[in-house]
């Protein structure tokens, strides 16, 4: 997923494709969009505050593609939005590792 794209106005980043305004019921962020972080801690970025546990962080290491899903830890006000990570998916055809 592209986070960068079609943001809107209280900074929330969707998909290319989504209108402004809606929102996906799935987000994901990948490694390489958070910035290949390397410690836990909480994060700023244009969709909001992300909270990164070293859990996460672990899975990254052994998994450099995987994907998380974006939860929601407050209720949306006007001001920024904070999520954490959640269920990660794997790309297809992927092996422990990274390897193919």
Not at 16 to 32: F, M
């Amino acid at each position: 997923m592209d986070v960068s794209a079609g943001c809107g106005r209280r900074g929330f980043c969707a998909p290319r494709g989504e209108r402004e305004g809606e929102r996906l019921a799935v987000n994901k962020i990948t490694w390489q969009k958070a910035g290949r972080v390397t410690e836990p801690g909480r994060y700023m970025f244009t969709f909001g505050w992300l909270t990164i546990a070293a859990e996460d962080l672990a899975v990254w290491q052994q998994f450099p593609d995987a994907a998380f899903t974006l939860v929601p830890t407050a209720t949306p006000t006007d001001a920024v939005e904070e999520f954490r990570l959640g269920a990660f998916e794997l790309p297809p055809n992927l092996s422990h590792g990274g390897e193919n």
